[in-house]
């Protein structure tokens, strides 16, 4: 890679992190909304170096173009200026930000991931007298399975994720949560009972009761809901938090 290519390839990155994280919401794919600042950052960075070494860059070229310094016409020793071809591959996730953003992570990644492990909560405030009443899927499991007041039975609730088939009976409600970026990902499942059949990924609000097993307020109960309305909704802009969505900007 000679580095005229070199130079396009770090100017191409630079312009992909700040299409994805200042232009756009691209960003929210793969890290969280707290790094965009650092991305912003870091594109910015790269296209001063990318137009710093074009400078040299065409120089080295009026050197190359000479008749080396050697008696015979020819260059003595070897050019060591030049990267490894497998170098090309930097400027598929360059190209990617820039044309293609690939999916966000979904049903996929969920379904290979352990279930989130919910915190120990001792004191629960009174639910509100909403009805249905919002919930994050956090939330929910958390009542479901530590509230021994059993403030849940009975209350119609709401709660939004994505599609993700389940083994056996049901369908699993699911959030992505990043600690950091796409890669530590994990889950938090509601198991749905009713309901109809929706594709993997569908962004989907859900109203329901929580489906009777086990003993309310104990690890034995069912993180579980009866479905009673499905609807299809947007893709929310904080899709990898468990908080109450956002609407797209």
Not at 85 to 98: F, R
Not at 143 to 160: F, K, L, N, P, Y
Not at 216 to 234: M, N
Request: proline fraction near 8%; aromatic fraction near 6%.
């Amino acid at each position: 890679m000679k580095r005229s290519a070199q130079v396009a390839v770090v100017v191409l990155s630079g312009l992909g992190l700040l299409h994805a994280s200042l232009f756009t919401d691209l960003y929210l794919r793969y890290v969280k909304e707290g790094l965009r600042p650092l991305l912003i950052a870091s594109g910015v960075l790269l296209l001063v170096l990318g137009v710093a070494g074009a400078v040299p860059a065409r120089e080295g070229e009026e050197h190359e173009d000479g008749d080396g310094g050697g008696p015979d016409g020819h260059a003595h020793g070897h050019d060591h200026s030049t990267v490894p071809h497998i170098a090309w591959l930097l400027l598929l996730p360059a190209l990617s930000l820039l044309l293609y953003a690939p999916p966000a992570l979904g049903a996929y990644t969920a379904a290979r991931e352990a279930p989130r492990t919910v915190r120990v909560q001792e004191r629960f405030d009174p639910l509100p007298a909403t009805s249905p009443l919002p919930m994050t899927l956090t939330d929910f499991t958390t009542r479901v399975q530590q509230d021994h007041t059993r403030a849940i039975e009975g209350r119609t609730v709401r709660m939004t994720g994505f599609v993700t088939p389940g083994k056996g009976s049901g369908w699993d409600l699911t959030r992505l949560i990043l600690s950091c970026c796409a890669a530590d990902a994990q889950s938090v499942k509601v198991r749905m009972y009713g309901g109809p059949g929706l594709p993997a990924d569908t962004w989907v609000t859900v109203t329901g009761t929580w489906h009777p097993g086990g003993t309310l307020g104990t690890a034995s109960a069912p993180v579980a809901l009866d479905v009673r309305t499905v609807e299809r909704v947007p893709r929310p802009v904080n899709g990898y938090t468990d908080a109450l969505p956002l609407t797209p900007r």
